[in-house]
């Protein structure tokens, strides 16, 4: 057994904890501490993503006791490379709090190492109960994070952010309810195996239940009907926050594609692709939405939570195809759409810094003080969340494009991807011309530019190419981890065959 | 007592949701409350509701499933958890916003 599995959940954790119960230390202890336990997370995961490449399909039973009877963490390609990409985000994400967004209020570090731990177990777990803990684990501390620095806007969307997801998790109880009430196990890959056999008769409840789940993980990935929470708190939430939040809605979109892979995917009998036909339609409906809203906004924080919500409905229209080259191009597009919306959410934060009261309202404001570095970095993280060549969300979205084929699918998805994202790029100009050339000739008194925290956003945005240069060997892991996830077979066989 | 059972599950959860539509702090709390009250029972229930069935098994012949008691127990947990939490943003929420309405505002 691979002690290794654990890790990602075991150093958060314990860094949480201290820096808990040592809330006394002195913030540059806490700092370095948090810094180097999120840094410390990229190459465990990087080595874990190396093994999971072997396409081997890894258990960790927690006290040895065995599947189907204990819980298990289970490592497969997709697990691997959302913690990758969790872990490049919340690297940089920590290394622009520390430089003074961690001093509003009190443990912040704490709260982000419970939150990394909550991210990572979802990830990493192979049963359903589990996934509910951990996301009950990240679900509070983002409700702490999201109202960390107080005032009025913070508490105010935060009440609604509690609110919601706690019926969520109701729901999420019932639906596991339902699954172990008829199946008696809450093994995913065991629930697999029983779902392919259960009879007739227990059918429509176990549909009820996987629709229950849709919902759950539907609000948590804000897809169209609920996502009315997501811009408000997102742009309310502190830039280092809103940063980490944008690898949340992925979380919603992971738990989607592997439940509905694995427990209702191609070996469920006649509960096969359940809510396929009904992703579609949504995921067309999340991106149009996301896209008008992101015309129509006057915040620029405001404006990249509407581009969150039209990356999950690009990644949700990959999802729904449900084909090899479409999940393994929503794939790639989730990694970018990460690491970008998370970088654009740092430099709102570092313009708003230079525009003083006016923060990130889109009205003619003071002369920035750094226009060329900030409308640098503004202009390649535009034309790489619109998606326009050379970056790396054209790829993406070719990937998803050419998976959708020349059928009645392609005609959907084509108009609706590509006005889209003209839409985008409309928003994105008036935003930019706003922000950076209708402005008055003064600057305000103090324009603030910290180095550190330009950096961080920098080192972000620099990922956009990277994954361009690195675009062949990311997508041959893609294709890989998409060729995983529909071959049911081999997660069947952990259980059949007792794993490792 | 299937129908019995059913029924207190149907009631709270109707309560639960009436509450939470009130669209004020408190009732939707106690909402919230009701409704994981309603979810706690459910999962109870899905061990199959039964008298004399020890949990222990070679006690008996029959024996209770001992898992959904344990999954309640952890939901009874995370949810006092998140009630108190709910309570103290509420708290918090009216007295930055002055006002007890979950948006902050009073409707016009």
Same mark, same amino acid.
């Given at each position: 057994?691979?002690?290794?599995?654990?890790? !990602?959940?075991?150093?958060?954790?314990?860094? *949480?904890?201290?820096?808990?119960?040592?809330?006394?230390?002195?913030?540059?202890?806490?700092?370095?501490? &948090?810094?180097?336990?999120?840094?410390?997370?990229?190459?465990?995961?990087?080595?874990?993503?190396?093994?999971?490449?072997?396409?081997?399909?890894?258990?960790?039973?927690?006290?040895?006791?065995?599947?189907? =009877?204990?819980?298990?963490?289970?490592?497969?390609?997709?697990?691997?490379?959302?913690?990758?990409?969790?872990?490049?985000?919340?690297?940089?994400?920590?290394?622009?709090?520390?430089?003074?967004?961690?001093?509003? *209020?009190?443990?912040?570090?704490?709260?982000?190492?419970?939150?990394?731990?909550?991210?990572?177990?979802?990830?990493?777990?192979?049963?359903?109960?589990?996934? +509910? #803990?951990?996301?009950e684990i990240l679900l509070i501390a983002s409700y702490s994070l999201l109202v960390y620095g107080g005032g009025a806007q913070r508490i105010k969307?935060?009440?609604?952010?509690?609110?919601?997801?706690?019926?969520?998790?109701?729901? =999420?109880?019932?639906? @596991?309810?339902?699954?172990? *009430?008829?199946?008696?196990?809450?093994?995913?890959?065991?629930?697999?195996?029983?779902?392919?056999?259960?009879?007739?008769?227990?059918?429509?409840?176990?549909?009820?239940?996987?629709?229950?789940?849709?919902?759950?993980?539907?609000?948590?990935?804000?897809?169209?009907?609920?996502?009315?929470?997501?811009?408000?708190?997102?742009?309310?939430?502190?830039? !280092?926050?809103?940063?980490?939040?944008?690898?949340?809605?992925?979380?919603?979109?992971?738990?989607?594609?592997?439940?509905?892979?694995?427990?209702?995917?191609?070996?469920?009998?006649?509960?096969?692709?359940?809510?396929?036909?009904?992703?579609?339609?949504?995921?067309?409906?999340?991106?149009?939405?996301?896209?008008?809203?992101?015309?129509?906004v006057r915040r620029f924080e405001r404006l990249i939570g509407y581009l969150v919500i039209v990356s999950v409905g690009t990644l949700l229209a990959?999802?729904?195809?449900?084909?090899?080259?479409?999940?393994?191009?929503?794939? +790639?597009?989730? @990694?970018? &759409? &990460?690491? @970008?919306?998370?970088?654009?959410?740092?430099?709102?934060?570092? #313009?708003?810094?230079?525009?003083?009261?006016?923060?990130?309202?889109?009205?003619?404001?003071?002369?920035?003080?750094?226009?060329?570095?900030?409308?640098?970095? =503004?202009?390649?993280?535009?034309?790489?969340?619109?998606?326009?060549?050379? +970056?790396?969300?054209?790829?993406?979205?070719?990937?998803?494009?050419?998976?959708?084929?020349? *059928?009645?699918?392609?005609?959907?998805?084509?108009?609706?991807?590509? @006005?889209?994202?003209?839409?985008?790029? #409309?928003?994105?100009?008036?935003?930019?011309? #706003?922000?950076?050339?209708?402005?008055?000739?003064?600057?305000?008194?103090?324009?603030?530019?910290?180095?550190?925290?330009?950096?961080?956003?920098?080192?972000?945005?620099?990922?956009?190419?990277?994954?361009?240069?690195?675009?062949?060997?990311?997508?041959?892991?893609?294709?890989?981890?998409?060729?995983?996830?529909?071959?049911?077979?081999?997660?069947?066989?952990?259980?059949?065959?007792?794993?490792? | 007592?299937?129908?019995?059972?059913?029924?207190?599950?149907?009631?709270?959860?109707?309560?639960?949701?009436?509450?939470?539509?009130?669209?004020?702090?408190?009732?939707?709390?106690?909402?919230?409350?009701?409704?994981?009250?309603?979810?706690?029972?459910?999962l109870f229930a899905m061990g199959r509701l039964g008298t004399g069935v020890p949990a222990v098994i070679g006690k008996s012949a029959e024996h209770?499933?001992?898992?959904?008691?344990?999954?309640?127990?952890?939901?009874?947990?995370?949810?006092?958890?998140?009630?108190?939490?709910?309570?103290?943003?509420?708290?918090?929420?009216?007295?930055?916003?002055?006002?007890?309405?979950?948006?902050?505002?009073?409707?016009?």
């Open positions: 057994m691979n002690h290794g599995l654990i890790l !990602p959940i075991l150093l958060p954790m314990l860094a *949480g904890s201290l820096l808990l119960v040592r809330s006394y230390l002195s913030l540059r202890v806490k700092r370095v501490l &948090s810094l180097a336990v999120t840094w410390a997370l990229l190459p465990i995961s990087i080595w874990l993503l190396l093994q999971a490449d072997s396409g081997e399909l890894q258990l960790y039973a927690l006290g040895n006791w065995q599947a189907p =009877f204990g819980i298990v963490l289970m490592l497969d390609r997709l697990s691997a490379l959302m913690l990758v990409t969790t872990a490049v985000l919340a690297g940089f994400a920590m290394l622009y709090a520390v430089r003074g967004d961690d001093e509003r *209020g009190a443990n912040f570090h704490a709260l982000f190492q419970f939150q990394l731990l909550g991210i990572n177990g979802a990830f990493l777990t192979g049963d359903l109960f589990n996934l +509910f #803990v951990f996301f969307t935060g009440v609604h952010y509690v609110v919601l997801n706690l019926v969520a998790s109701s729901l =999420f109880l019932i639906g @596991i309810g339902i699954l172990y *009430g008829l199946l008696g196990t809450l093994n995913l890959a065991d629930l697999a195996l029983k779902i392919a056999e259960a009879d007739a008769e227990r059918q429509p409840l176990l549909a009820a239940a996987g629709f229950l789940l849709l919902i759950v993980f539907g609000l948590k990935a804000a897809i169209l009907p609920l996502y009315f929470w997501l811009p408000s708190a997102y742009a309310a939430a502190t830039a !280092p926050v809103a940063a980490l939040f944008a690898i949340m809605t992925k979380v919603g979109l992971y738990a989607i594609v592997r439940v509905f892979t694995l427990l209702f995917g191609n070996q469920a009998g006649g509960l096969a692709h359940l809510v396929d036909d009904l992703l579609w339609p949504v995921a067309m409906l999340t991106l149009v939405a996301g896209v008008i809203g992101a015309l129509a990959g999802i729904a195809l449900g084909t090899a080259d479409s999940l393994s191009g929503a794939l +790639f597009y989730l @990694i970018h &759409s &990460s690491w @970008i919306c998370a970088a654009l959410f740092l430099l709102a934060d570092l #313009v708003a810094r230079q525009r003083g009261e006016l923060g990130g309202r889109l009205r003619t404001g003071p002369r920035l003080a750094n226009p060329l570095l900030l409308g640098a970095m =503004f202009f390649i993280a535009a034309v790489s969340v619109a998606g326009l060549p050379p +970056f790396s969300g054209f790829l993406g979205k070719v990937m998803l494009l050419r998976a959708a084929g020349t *059928g009645q699918q392609a005609l959907e998805l084509w108009p609706v991807v590509l @006005i889209g994202g003209l839409g985008m790029l #409309v928003a994105l100009s008036r935003a930019g011309s #706003v922000l950076f050339w209708r402005t008055a000739d003064e600057a305000v008194a103090k324009p603030e530019l910290d180095s550190v925290r330009t950096l961080a956003a920098i080192g972000l945005l620099a990922c956009s190419p990277l994954l361009v240069v690195a675009a062949q060997p990311v997508y041959a892991y893609t294709q890989a981890t998409a060729q995983q996830l529909l071959d049911v077979g081999a997660y069947l066989q952990l259980v059949r065959g007792g794993g490792a | 007592m299937e129908a019995l059972y059913a029924l207190t599950l149907g009631v709270l959860t109707a309560a639960g949701v009436y509450l939470l539509m009130r669209a004020r702090v408190y009732p939707v709390v106690m909402g919230l409350t009701l409704i994981s009250y309603a979810v706690n029972l459910f209770g499933d001992p898992l959904p008691q344990a999954l309640v127990l952890t939901a009874i947990v995370i949810g006092f958890a998140m009630t108190a939490f709910v309570v103290v943003l509420s708290l918090r929420a009216l007295g930055e916003l002055h006002t007890d309405h979950v948006d902050g505002e009073e409707p016009r």
